[in-house]
């Protein structure tokens, strides 16, 4: 038996859990492999698919919806041509209700039945001082939510390998959490969907990395300056990740109490956005 991961990580997260859910399975006899969905095509995918007796889609909650790209790919895929058990894996700072049971339609339109959903949760990337969530860089606190987190996935793995079904978020009161979180996030899915981001061209050296690093094709560099299109997903990939901190959200810079949300060590934004494969892109 073996496990394919597919995985969209914004700022990291999503990219650690699915890598220790990686290892995890494959010291229970399940060897997996991680894809970054940003560059696979449908093609990519299927091969994938078929060779794969297991498939996990991993994605951050963004308000109890999951981020573009994703939603992207899988309504790209192709319609499954065996029956396959799918597992769905969320990465959140404190709750989603549903966020991993929410798209089990989607999954099942293709073909795809969903046997497992897991929410974990991990170190807040909201690093934008105008919003109240609870939010730290602090090594020690980081690492007890990481360690913790680690155990959570141990049970995944374990859930997992052994064939036995756990839906969590599937039942009526994560259902209803979800119903309520998700008005306050609804602009972020519907298209155009402006970024609330600027950049200070003092502070900007033009090294084009957030170009490099977005998902959405969202950045670009014209007329000398870096401007943002119609089409973020919001990950706050560029503007946690800019090396200068030269990005401004909602007509603010950075807050010095909130320095930028740089992932789980390891993580590279600018790797993750061209690698298909991410254990070659771990080595
Ligand atoms: C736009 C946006 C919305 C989010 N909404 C939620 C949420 O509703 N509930 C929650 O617990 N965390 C929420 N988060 C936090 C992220 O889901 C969490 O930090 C996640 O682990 C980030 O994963 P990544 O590093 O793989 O991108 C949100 C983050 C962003 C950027
Ligand atoms: S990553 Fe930052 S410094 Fe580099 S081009 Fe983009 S905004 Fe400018
Ligand atoms: S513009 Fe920034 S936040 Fe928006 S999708 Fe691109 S990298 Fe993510």
Same mark, same amino acid.
């Given at each position: 038996m073996n496990a394919g991961?597919?995985?969209?990580?914004g700022t990291g997260n999503t990219w650690w859990v699915s890598n220790q859910l990686a290892a995890?399975?494959?010291r229970r006899g399940c060897p997996a492999e991680v894809y970054s969905i940003e560059?696979?095509?449908a093609n990519d995918a299927q091969i994938?698919?078929?060779?794969?007796?297991?498939?996990?889609?991993?994605?951050?909650v963004y308000g109890s919806f999951m981020p573009w790209p994703m939603k992207g790919f899988i309504d790209g895929l192709l319609q499954?041509?065996?029956?396959?058990?799918?597992?769905?894996i969320c990465t959140q700072m404190m #709750?989603?209700?549903?966020?991993?049971?929410?798209?089990?339609?989607?999954?099942e339109e293709k073909g795809y039945k969903v046997k497992w959903t897991f929410h974990f949760n991990m170190p807040n990337n909201i690093s934008i001082g105008i919003f109240p969530f609870p939010y730290t860089v602090d090594e020690n606190k980081i690492n007890r939510i990481l360690k913790k987190c680690a155990g959570k996935v141990e049970k995944a793995a374990e859930s997992i390998s052994s064939g036995i079904g756990s839906l969590k978020g599937a039942g009526p009161a994560s259902r209803l959490m979800g119903l309520m979180q998700r008005p306050a996030y609804v602009k972020?899915?519907?298209?155009? #969907?402006?970024s609330p981001y600027s950049v200070d061209i003092e502070k900007c050296n033009l090294c084009r990395k957030c170009i490099m690093m977005c998902p959405e094709n969202n950045i670009v560099l014209e007329n000398g300056r870096i401007s943002f299109g119609e089409n973020c997903t919001l990950c706050l990939r560029c503007y946690n990740y800019c090396p200068q901190t030269a990005i401004s959200a909602y007509g603010k810079a950075h807050d010095p109490k909130k320095p930028p949300y740089r992932g789980?060590?390891?993580?590279?934004?600018?790797?993750?956005?061209?690698?298909?494969?991410?254990?070659d892109f771990n080595e």
């Amino acid at each position: 038996m073996n496990a394919g991961v597919f995985c969209f990580s914004g700022t990291g997260n999503t990219w650690w859990v699915s890598n220790q859910l990686a290892a995890a399975l494959g010291r229970r006899g399940c060897p997996a492999e991680v894809y970054s969905i940003e560059k696979l095509d449908a093609n990519d995918a299927q091969i994938i698919i078929q060779k794969s007796d297991i498939l996990i889609f991993s994605y951050p909650v963004y308000g109890s919806f999951m981020p573009w790209p994703m939603k992207g790919f899988i309504d790209g895929l192709l319609q499954a041509d065996e029956e396959k058990d799918i597992a769905v894996i969320c990465t959140q700072m404190m #709750f989603s209700g549903d966020g991993a049971w929410f798209y089990h339609r989607a999954f099942e339109e293709k073909g795809y039945k969903v046997k497992w959903t897991f929410h974990f949760n991990m170190p807040n990337n909201i690093s934008i001082g105008i919003f109240p969530f609870p939010y730290t860089v602090d090594e020690n606190k980081i690492n007890r939510i990481l360690k913790k987190c680690a155990g959570k996935v141990e049970k995944a793995a374990e859930s997992i390998s052994s064939g036995i079904g756990s839906l969590k978020g599937a039942g009526p009161a994560s259902r209803l959490m979800g119903l309520m979180q998700r008005p306050a996030y609804v602009k972020l899915v519907r298209r155009p #969907f402006n970024s609330p981001y600027s950049v200070d061209i003092e502070k900007c050296n033009l090294c084009r990395k957030c170009i490099m690093m977005c998902p959405e094709n969202n950045i670009v560099l014209e007329n000398g300056r870096i401007s943002f299109g119609e089409n973020c997903t919001l990950c706050l990939r560029c503007y946690n990740y800019c090396p200068q901190t030269a990005i401004s959200a909602y007509g603010k810079a950075h807050d010095p109490k909130k320095p930028p949300y740089r992932g789980p060590e390891g993580f590279d934004p600018v790797k993750i956005a061209s690698a298909k494969i991410l254990s070659d892109f771990n080595e």
